[in-house]
């Protein structure tokens, strides 16, 4: 059972283009939810998050936005740039035990390609 | 600063055969996760450490994974004996205790590849 579900699986933005991901979760508990970006032979790197407590986030070229009510949540990519390629994971998570412990749940990922 | 470091990037290995993975994490995190990503499937949670306390291994597939944490320090995966199934990548990722940072930001290692054959 896939608690968190991501599409498009692959995106292809020209240079300047804005690039969309979306993803929609069900637990209903989860209250923090990250997009990871990683490269090619790296680790996923944060690239941003969100807690349910505001419905968009914005840094630089970078913004979420929530619908808590829908259950969805998305990540725009404004003025895409080549060096935006990569795959993106959205993740969702609760708090637990208090110690400042995340056990993340991912979507399957988007392969973003952002062609000249 | 170093990062998350794991050993080895990449393990090939026949059905059957042992493998032990290492992560040694960011110096002063106590969460340590790893996690498990198998080709065109999501980043799937195996387990989370909290200094050498296993906090939760629901996430551990069966009992040819264990998973250990040496004085709270580096971690490692050992996988005996290696299912086809079991090739993948294997992250770990660590984070700061609660009060000396941002909470919920994990720093990946770049991930062991395990192939087996």
């Known amino acids: 059972q896939q608690q968190v579900k991501q599409s498009p699986q692959s995106l292809i933005v020209q240079k300047g283009g804005i690039s969309i991901i979306n993803c929609a979760y069900e637990n209903t508990a989860f209250d923090y939810f990250p997009w990871y970006q990683q490269f090619p032979g790296k680790g996923p790197a944060l690239l941003i998050a969100i807690r349910p407590d505001v419905s968009e986030k914005k840094e630089g070229r970078f913004t979420i936005s929530f619908n808590k009510s829908a259950k969805q949540f998305s990540l725009h990519i404004m003025d895409s740039q080549p060096g935006d390629s990569a795959t993106y994971f959205c993740a969702a998570s609760e708090e637990y035990s208090g110690a400042g412990s995340y056990q993340l749940t991912f979507g399957k990922g988007t392969k973003l390609s952002v062609i000249p | 600063e170093a990062g998350v470091t794991q050993f080895p990037s990449h393990s090939v290995i026949e059905k059957g055969q042992t493998v032990t993975l290492r992560c040694d994490p960011i110096s002063g995190h106590d969460n340590l996760y790893w996690y498990r990503r198998v080709m065109g499937k999501e980043i799937k949670f195996l387990l989370h450490f909290v200094k050498e306390s296993k906090q939760d291994e629901s996430g551990m597939p069966n009992n040819r994974f264990l998973a250990e944490r040496t004085g709270g320090t580096y971690s490692t995966l050992k996988v005996q004996p290696a299912e086809l199934e079991d090739s993948g990548v294997y992250f770990c990722?660590?984070?700061?205790?609660?009060?000396?940072?941002?909470?919920?930001?994990?720093?990946f290692g770049e991930g062991s590849r395990l192939t087996v054959l």
């Open positions: 990722a660590s984070s700061q205790p609660p009060g000396q940072g941002p909470t919920g930001e994990l720093f």
